[in-house]
């Protein structure tokens, strides 16, 4: 679902009940050969005290969250700790929502990711060939906000970024999910 | 050393074989057996013609040496210090212990009738040398008790089998015309010492028998088990929380276990409460650790599950698992890391979430995809699989497959329209079937075969659908669809 950043660090990936039930769990065949530590847990307020610690842990590449809904605890200070614990022991974090809304978040980039068709697969017509997905960059720190049309290229196993809705900087991030990343 | 647990009667003859060179060999026999001829090292199909009916059984080596660290463990009721000798022995340094258990003659018949009590007969001798106790137990009286002085003469009349040497040794002496080891001692020292000049211990007559008659020193060197490793605190006042007495106890465990080289597997802490009760809580490690800071976290959010009572005045910190722990310095000059370990923060998710919470995926080698990967804990070393056929799978994987209602064009082919999650979706393109068969070895026999399609919708969700089974496979109904997993 996600293009990760490259190395062989290990991905710790946390999940509440919810999103897990709903969305599945990260498939290993899937995502390509990398190390993915899972946790299941329960509450969405496990989900940040996880992440939190896994901040501060340098071995890893990456720490991915993933919160269903709106729950309180993910108020500002918690997605202010997580940023400020992410920009010092550089370890970037994606926190990914499902169905939930754009309030109050400290996260330094918060994007909305909306999948769109694919574009035609080059020998088959009728199958799905690379996907597409509506990025909107809608909040951010240091970079101006903008929508574009995120193009994952499966042979050269790269997202690329083009802007046909507006004419917007273009992001070198790879995106993050759904709704916001922070970071 | 026999068993008698579960042993056949006395009056057949059975014995215990194991695996020798040239097919099972002898390796004990019991009294009817030795009767009969029967010899330890002979080989079974040999004695078979010796003895036709003879009940054979295949010893169990490792269990009986498991066996024998036990007994030697459980003999420390009798003396402080014990160990194994050979496969069939043990020694006790009864010094100053026998007095305690009204002298030596009465501890051996305490110690034969308590050895007896656990199904075992025991040959026993109390001596000064562990030589001069191994002869006398084997070739001398039943529970000879042999005074300091009197070794010499007591080991005199015995034959030279009783010195513990290599049988060549034995064979050696017995066509020298040695035969008892009174013999050996009335030979002068000087040609002895001349012709096993280069001989080492097991083959050296003379050596052996210093050590047993005492000029040559042989230490019991006792196997001692691991060093307890705990802490305590006793508490004037009792209290209701421990938390501002946990990160001292956790110092005083790490400086112990700092001491004696291990690091911590796995923690307990105790509660004694004043009326009476006990209360306690563990935590566990993934690699031994010896870092006060990281065994006092463990406990986060544990401590409420004690249940104090009427409150506790005694805290008692103990090690249960420890594993040898090298100090490692972690940076050249010596200064503290402020990040955390891989394995510091799985255990501290593990202690918080359990172990079934933290998983690592890794590839497994199968086709059903729910089985093409499988969960280890996430430290575990496994080896790494090679990557499977690169065909297209989901990113995303339901537990359990959702079932969906279909409309299609042709049994055999793609849906048109389904609805999943009470909302209809509208399949615009597809790629498939690739069907998958189910594994024979591990199915129940009756599983239905699998036609996986990857479809994407009008909004642009690619979703992987299966239909289970055909239409006329004879395996149950019509054939049911699911929803099995997302992509990308």
């Known amino acids: ?183 | 050393m026999e068993r008698n647990g579960a042993a056949p009667p006395d009056e057949v003859a059975a014995v215990l074989a194991r695996e020798g060179q040239h097919g099972p060999v002898i390796h004990a026999t019991n009294r009817a057996a030795r009767l009969a001829g029967v010899t330890e090292g002979a080989r079974v199909v040999d004695v078979k013609a010796i003895c036709p009916d003879l009940h054979v059984e295949y010893a169990d080596l490792a269990g009986d040496r498991l066996a024998q660290e036990r007994l030697m463990l459980w003999a420390r009721r009798w003396c402080p210090w014990t160990v194994l000798d050979g496969p069939d022995g043990v020694i006790l340094e009864t010094t100053g212990a026998d007095h305690l258990l009204g002298g030596e003659a009465a501890m051996l018949t305490d110690m034969e009738a308590r050895l007896s009590l656990l199904g075992l007969s025991a040959q026993l001798a109390v001596a000064p040398t562990w030589g001069a106790a191994w002869a006398l137990a084997r070739f001398g009286q039943v529970r000879a008790v042999c005074p300091a002085d009197q070794a010499i003469p007591m080991l005199d009349p015995l034959p030279v089998a009783a010195l513990r040497l290599q049988p060549e040794t034995l064979l050696l002496l017995r066509r020298l015309g040695l035969k008892t080891i009174g013999s050996i001692a009335g030979v002068p020292r000087l040609s002895l010492t001349r012709r096993f000049a280069s001989a080492e211990l097991s083959a050296n007559p003379l050596l052996r028998l210093d050590q047993a008659i005492g000029r040559l020193a042989e230490p019991v060197a006792s196997a001692d088990d691991r060093p307890r490793i705990r802490a305590e605190a006793r508490l004037a006042e009792p209290i209701q929380d421990p938390t501002a007495y946990l990160p001292d106890l956790c110092s005083k465990l790490c400086s112990q276990m700092l001491h004696h080289g291990f690091g911590s597997r796995r923690l307990r802490l105790t509660v004694y409460c004043t009326d009476g009760e006990l209360s306690t809580i563990e935590a566990a490690t993934s690699a031994p650790v010896r870092d006060p800071n990281h065994l006092c976290r463990l406990f986060d959010g544990k401590l409420e599950r004690i249940n104090p009572g009427f409150g506790f005045d005694q805290i008692l910190l103990e090690a249960v698992v420890v594993e040898p722990l090298e100090v490692v310095q972690t940076r050249f000059d010596g200064s503290a890391e402020d990040d955390l370990h891989l394995p510091r923060l799985i255990d501290r998710l593990t202690a918080r979430f359990g172990e079934r919470a933290v998983r690592r995926p890794v590839l497994h080698e199968s086709h059903v995809p729910e089985r093409a990967e499988v969960a280890v804990p996430a430290l575990c070393d496994v080896q790494e699989m090679a990557p499977p056929v690169a065909r297209e799978r989901p990113a995303r994987l339901l537990r359990v497959p959702e079932e969906i209602r279909v409309l299609y064009a042709v049994p055999e082919g793609p849906p048109v329209q389904f609805v999943w999650r009470r909302q209809t979706h509208r399949v615009t393109r597809y790629a498939g079937p690739e069907r998958i068969a189910p594994e024979w070895w591990h199915d129940r026999p009756g599983t239905r075969l699998r036609d996986y399609f990857k479809v994407e919708n009008e909004s642009g969700q690619r979703l992987w659908l299966y239909r289970e089974g055909l239409y006329d496979d004879g395996r149950g109904g019509a054939p049911r669809w699911f929803v099995h997993g997302m992509f990308v």
């Open chain 1, 1 to 183: 679902m996600s293009h990760l950043p490259r190395g062989e660090a290990p991905v710790l990936w946390v999940q509440d009940r919810m999103s897990q039930k709903e969305a599945g769990r990260p498939y290993l065949p899937g995502l390509g050969r990398r190390t993915v530590i899972c946790v299941e847990v329960s509450r969405p307020v496990d989900v940040l005290w996880a992440l939190e610690e896994g901040l501060r842990c340098t071995a890893l590449g990456l720490v991915v969250g993933e919160v269903w809904g709106d729950p309180g605890a993910l108020d500002f200070t918690a997605t202010k700790r997580l940023a400020m614990r992410s920009e010092h022991y550089k370890v970037p974090c994606w926190l990914v929502r499902r169905s939930a809304s754009p309030d109050l978040s400290a996260a330094r980039n918060r994007w909305r990711v909306v999948s769109l068709p694919s574009l035609t697969h080059p020998e088959d017509p009728k199958a799905p060939g690379d996907p597409r997905w509506k990025v909107e960059l809608f909040r951010s720190r240091d970079q101006r906000p903008g929508t574009w049309v995120a193009r994952y290229d499966r042979a050269a196993d790269r997202i690329d970024l083009s802007a046909p809705f507006r004419d917007g900087a273009v992001a070198e991030d790879d995106g993050a999910q759904w709704s916001r990343a922070a970071r």
